[in-house]
């Protein structure tokens, strides 16, 4: 009842302010969220968001501290591809502890860290989370310091990690996050593509090695598999039906005593993207139940516009003085904007602007004009700065008469063309001055020729 009563006070707010609650610094919310139906949640915290640009699209309980179990593995995912390389190879001390899942690692075996991160995100295996912590940290300890320094750089606020794995273990207690901080979370990893492709798989094999065999990891996420396609592991024999979403491409599964069922869930379709957490759900099952009746609410609500993409150009910008013309601008990030499914995106209205005289030296990144986005209205609802995409040095003498380094073979070559052709039609006009000078000494040759023919024909004439 306190749930959907704080549900209709946020709707009423969102109504009258005409606010989305966003991650990004956006000036005008680009969508009014309409929460009168929003789906009912059964989990005990849950949101929804825009994996585009962070915009909450459904939320409950989303600052509440919770346990997160497994979910925890996307922040160790994430540290680890950022300061491991994938083919690094770890070579494993002694026998891993099997609490929990693991892939039961053995002492002398050397896995890769490629290896590794599959199986602790396909098949959630704890062993491997605590083999990568060290290797990546040195000790677990200063592996959580790490992560819950990536954490709060994702922009997550109430998050403490203590352990790699979320497993329940001696200080537990204060291994606590939100709904709210595993979204935030997520869409930075999801950033990531190496991570966006380990998590989206099926399946992954480990080949044998000297002391383990082949390893077939199978991923937990049910949203991948129709029914018949469920891997076997502990309980999928009671799973009733298929949770198979169109659109599906992650995250991660938890559970534990403390922390319930949870689940970290991404589809998308289109351009539009949607994260969904759910934490301490009631049964495994229930937890995917959950985030498939909110992709089906924000897909069937929502679209996201796409604006500018970070990685192509949005124009060309005039540079003075360089030893180019002009240079490429984008966006730092993808310009994502949530909008209603409902509304015209003809009416969408982008508009740019540029610095006065810029003029080189030009960095790559350096801020050089402004993008904004404007609805039907008339009202801004993105703006982002424009950001040079290459370096512009300061040109040789000629840039100052607007001619830039990279136009001077160019200009060279103009300027050659040029005086062969006036070279050309000097030598045209020279020559058809002499042939006309010739043609009238010829005319006058003839003309004097006539002259003594007619003389001497002129005494015949008086006879």
């Not at 045209?428 to 006058?444: D, P, W």
Request: aromatic share 6%; proline share 3%.
């Amino acid at each position: 009842m306190k749930n959907k009563i704080l549900v209709l006070i946020m709707a009423a707010a969102l109504v009258l302010t005409g606010v989305a609650p966003s991650f990004a610094d956006e000036v005008t919310p680009s969508v009014e969220i309409n929460w009168e139906d929003a789906p009912d949640v059964m989990a005990t915290s849950a949101i929804m968001i825009d994996a585009g640009n962070g915009n909450v699209l459904y939320e409950k309980n989303s600052r509440e501290r919770r346990d997160p179990a497994s979910v925890t593995k996307i922040m160790t995912a994430l540290v680890v591809l950022e300061t491991m390389d994938l083919d690094d190879e770890v070579t494993i001390a002694e026998d891993a502890d099997e609490t929990g899942n693991s892939i039961n690692l053995k002492a002398g075996e050397t896995l890769t860290v490629e290896q590794l991160l599959y199986a602790m995100m396909l098949h959630s295996a704890n062993d491997a989370a605590e083999v990568l912590a060290v290797a990546a940290g040195g000790t677990v300890d200063n592996f959580c310091e790490l992560m819950n320094e990536r954490a709060e750089r994702c922009g997550a606020e109430s998050t403490n990690f203590t352990n790699p794995s979320g497993l329940n273990t001696y200080g537990q207690e204060n291994h606590r996050t939100t709904a709210y901080d595993l979204a935030v979370i997520s869409m930075e990893a999801m950033k990531n593509p190496t991570f966006r492709e380990i998590v989206s798989a099926r399946k992954y094999t480990i080949p044998a090695n000297d002391v383990s065999k082949k390893r077939v990891l199978r991923s937990t996420n049910l949203c991948f598999y129709e029914r018949d396609e469920i891997p076997d592991f502990d309980g999928s024999e009671d799973i009733e039906g298929s949770y198979k979403y169109e659109g599906a491409n992650g995250i991660k599964t938890g559970t534990t005593s403390v922390a319930g069922y949870c689940y970290c869930g991404s589809a998308k379709r289109g351009d539009t993207e949607l994260i969904a957490v759910i934490l301490n759900s009631t049964t495994g099952e229930e937890r995917f139940k959950d985030a498939i009746k909110l992709w089906d609410y924000g897909f069937s609500k929502y679209e996201t516009y796409v604006a500018a993409k970070s990685s192509e150009a949005v124009e060309e910008v005039k540079v003075r003085r360089g030893d180019k013309s002009s240079v490429a601008v984008t966006v730092g990030q993808d310009m994502d904007l949530t909008m209603s499914s409902s509304y015209d995106r003809k009416s969408v209205r982008t508009e740019t602007s540029f610095n006065d005289n810029i003029t080189a030296p030009v960095k790559k990144g350096e801020e050089l004009g402004t993008i904004t986005v404007y609805n039907e209205e008339g009202q801004v609802i993105g703006r982002q700065p424009l950001l040079a995409m290459r370096n512009v040095e300061k040109g040789g003498p000629l840039s100052y008469i607007g001619i830039a380094d990279e136009e001077l073979p160019l200009f060279f070559i103009g300027l050659a063309s040029a005086l062969i052709l006036i070279i050309l039609l000097r030598m045209l006009y020279v020559q058809m001055k002499r042939r006309k000078k010739k043609r009238r000494r010829a005319r006058l040759q003839r003309d004097v020729r006539r002259k003594e023919w007619e003389k001497e024909k002129e005494p015949f004439k008086r006879k």
